[in-house]
């Protein structure tokens, strides 16, 4: 079997720091494995980090599944790549580094740290036009084997990553849920909301939750928030939703439009990757509407595009990542004005990670779900 690759570089493991650890290890489609590997090594300009929580995203499970846009079809080639440690919504504290990565990042030994899911390769035409999110190569911990990500003991943070110094104070998996919350964050900015919007969100997962926080923050005339759970839907509302449409007792569209005489909604923000919700959105806008789609889905979706073009002009807004959204993600999470303690509902150890993706699957008895190194 081919060895996993637990860091770009090998070398010698950093004064104490045991010489192997334990990491979950994706070897393709449902089979994932935890397993004994070597503790990466850091080499000049990065950092090697003891892991404290990681969440298992959305895309994480579509790619255990095996899902094309992960592994590939007979219309696109595979992007994930096998014996890779998975995970990208992760934190935890610097053990090594030299003075060129503490130079760089403004970080050193002790401190605890989160990295942008992306490490762009600064070259491409995307990254020297400052557009790093959609770099060409497009390397994110957890998929390709030059980036191991964080389901591991430690992992270690390249030369060309974006990291941030966040807060001891919080929970190790409420500061991991930095990622998904920049996320919702960028998909909130690419929405351009206005004061006087009606801003409907699809979906009261860990995504729907940060983007309903981030539109409120926005102070819009109304944040609308759909899903079939009550319970999500509550917390929804100390998100800061003004209004929630449970959409198996209510018809989401005929709402929208009895607030707002008939027009419909402004914007509409998906965040389930569920293929109803695309339909649903372009039904409840508004003509002259925006629509910002951020989920990741599964298969393909159909819709009607004539309700783009000839009956509304939409403006159709694709949002990935979380570009530029990090240090407001963390100054949110700092300041306690979300329901973490709600949010982030199952934390789990590494070995038990298979529950962990279980419960994600399921979608009904858990939120964020996370694993603690």
Same mark, same amino acid.
């Given at each position: 079997?081919?060895?996993?690759?637990?860091?770009? &570089? $090998? =070398?010698?493991?950093?004064?104490?720091?045991?010489?192997?650890?334990? *990491?979950?290890?994706?070897?393709?489609p449902? #089979?994932?494995?935890?397993?004994?590997?070597?503790?990466?090594?850091?080499?000049?300009?990065?950092?090697?980090?003891?892991?404290?929580?990681?969440?298992?995203?959305?895309?994480?499970?579509?790619?255990?599944?095996g899902?094309?846009?992960f592994?590939?079809?007979?219309?696109?080639?595979?992007?994930?790549?096998?014996?890779?440690?998975?995970g990208?919504?992760?934190?935890g504290?610097?053990?090594?580094?030299?003075?060129?990565?503490?130079?760089r990042?403004g970080?050193a030994?002790?401190?605890r740290?989160?990295?942008?899911?992306?490490?762009?390769c600064?070259k491409?035409?995307?990254c020297?036009?400052?557009?790093?999110?959609?770099?060409?190569p497009?390397?994110?911990?957890?998929?390709?084997?030059r &980036? $191991? =990500?964080?389901?591991?003991?430690?992992?270690?943070y390249p030369?060309? *990553?974006?990291v941030?110094k966040?807060?001891? #104070?919080?929970?190790?998996a409420?500061a991991?849920?930095?990622?998904?919350?920049?996320?919702?964050?960028?998909?909130?900015e690419?929405?351009?909301?206005k004061?006087?919007?009606?801003?409907?969100?699809a979906?009261?997962g860990?995504?729907?939750?940060?983007?309903?926080?981030?539109?409120?923050a926005?102070?819009?005339?109304?944040v609308?928030?759909l899903d079939?759970?009550?319970?999500?839907?509550?917390l929804?509302?100390?998100?800061?939703?003004?209004?929630?449409?449970n959409?198996?007792?209510?018809?989401?569209v005929?709402v929208?439009?009895?607030?707002?005489?008939?027009?419909?909604?402004?914007?509409?923000?998906e965040?389930?990757?569920?293929?109803?919700?695309?339909?649903?959105?372009?039904?409840?806008?508004?003509?002259?509407?925006t629509?910002?789609?951020y989920?990741?889905?599964?298969?393909d979706?159909t819709v009607?595009?004539?309700?783009?073009?000839?009956?509304?002009?939409?403006?159709?807004?694709?949002?990935?990542?979380g570009?530029?959204?990090?240090?407001?993600?963390?100054?949110?999470?700092?300041?306690g004005?979300?329901?973490?303690?709600?949010?982030?509902?199952?934390?789990l150890?590494?070995?038990d990670?298979?529950?962990?993706?279980?419960?994600?699957?399921d979608?009904?008895s858990?939120i964020k779900v996370?694993?603690?190194?």
């Amino acid at each position: 079997m081919t060895q996993p690759s637990s860091g770009p &570089n $090998p =070398g010698t493991v950093p004064t104490g720091v045991q010489e192997k650890m334990r *990491a979950v290890v994706c070897h393709g489609p449902e #089979d994932y494995r935890l397993e004994e590997v070597h503790v990466p090594t850091p080499g000049p300009g990065e950092a090697l980090v003891r892991v404290e929580a990681v969440g298992i995203c959305a895309s994480d499970l579509k790619c255990y599944h095996g899902a094309a846009k992960f592994w590939g079809d007979e219309n696109r080639p595979a992007w994930a790549e096998t014996e890779v440690i998975p995970g990208h919504e992760f934190v935890g504290e610097v053990v090594a580094l030299d003075q060129e990565a503490a130079d760089r990042w403004g970080i050193a030994v002790g401190d605890r740290v989160v990295s942008e899911q992306i490490v762009p390769c600064w070259k491409c035409r995307y990254c020297l036009r400052g557009q790093y999110w959609m770099c060409g190569p497009h390397d994110m911990y957890g998929f390709k084997r030059r &980036n $191991p =990500g964080g389901m591991a003991q430690y992992m270690v943070y390249p030369v060309e *990553a974006l990291v941030y110094k966040i807060s001891k #104070d919080l929970p190790p998996a409420h500061a991991a849920f930095t990622e998904p919350l920049s996320c919702s964050l960028h998909a909130v900015e690419r929405a351009d909301i206005k004061f006087e919007d009606v801003v409907v969100v699809a979906g009261c997962g860990p995504i729907g939750l940060g983007m309903i926080a981030g539109a409120a923050a926005k102070y819009p005339a109304q944040v609308v928030a759909l899903d079939m759970a009550p319970e999500k839907l509550e917390l929804a509302r100390l998100c800061g939703a003004t209004r929630t449409v449970n959409i198996t007792e209510e018809d989401p569209v005929e709402v929208v439009r009895g607030m707002t005489e008939g027009y419909g909604a402004d914007v509409y923000l998906e965040g389930t990757g569920h293929p109803s919700a695309v339909g649903q959105g372009l039904n409840l806008l508004r003509k002259l509407g925006t629509y910002v789609e951020y989920g990741v889905f599964g298969s393909d979706v159909t819709v009607d595009w004539s309700i783009i073009s000839d009956d509304k002009e939409l403006d159709i807004r694709g949002a990935h990542l979380g570009p530029h959204c990090w240090p407001a993600a963390i100054r949110m999470l700092e300041s306690g004005v979300l329901p973490m303690d709600q949010i982030c509902t199952h934390q789990l150890p590494l070995e038990d990670f298979q529950q962990g993706l279980d419960l994600v699957a399921d979608g009904t008895s858990s939120i964020k779900v996370s694993l603690i190194p």
